[in-house]
């Protein structure tokens, strides 16, 4: 049930754009991973999240939802399922994107998280013709990625 309410805490803290409390959830050491960020250590994780709720805050709260469900943890294990719609920072393309996350918990909070995500149909919607058309390629997700770090490493350096 803890790790449970762990999920829950996180979820409910990024339907409100409250990376502090996102933050809090991970181990100090923790890992995430998904198709875009490969990130280890609560600074680099927090980091992200505080970028990605500020790109949110920046454009407006007003097309920002976050649904998730399916909720479920037993011993140090956990899953998850969640659906954001917001609007890319990059393009101002409105973006749904359905994420499946799985999570392994050490002491109550995620030690690890891996979250999957279709990269193709999210490329469509957040970079339009580009994304439908390279969206499946090694080398469009490359460059998603590249960019998706430049900005991540940009916004920790102004983090104290």
Not at 34 to 52: K, N
Not at 128 to 133: A, D, I, S, T, Y
């Amino acid at each position: 049930m803890a790790n449970e309410a762990t999920i829950e805490r996180f979820y409910r803290a990024f339907r409100d754009l409250d990376a502090d409390t996102m933050t809090a959830c991970y181990a100090e050491d923790a890992r995430f991973e998904d198709a875009v960020f490969q990130l280890q250590g609560r600074r680099e994780i927090g980091g992200m999240w505080g970028m990605l709720c500020s790109a949110v805050k920046a454009r407006g709260r007003d097309e920002w939802r976050l649904e998730f469900n399916q909720i479920h943890a037993e011993g140090d294990r956990g899953t998850a399922h969640w659906e954001p719609t917001y609007r890319f920072s990059a393009t101002g393309r409105l973006v749904h994107n359905v994420i499946d996350a799985s999570f392994e918990f050490r002491g109550g909070l995620i030690a690890r998280q891996t979250d999957r995500f279709d990269f193709w149909r999210w490329s469509r919607q957040a970079l339009g013709p580009v994304g439908f058309l390279l969206g499946w390629s090694p080398i469009l997700q490359g460059k998603v990625r590249q960019q998706a770090a430049k900005n991540l490493a940009a916004h920790l350096a102004r983090q104290p």
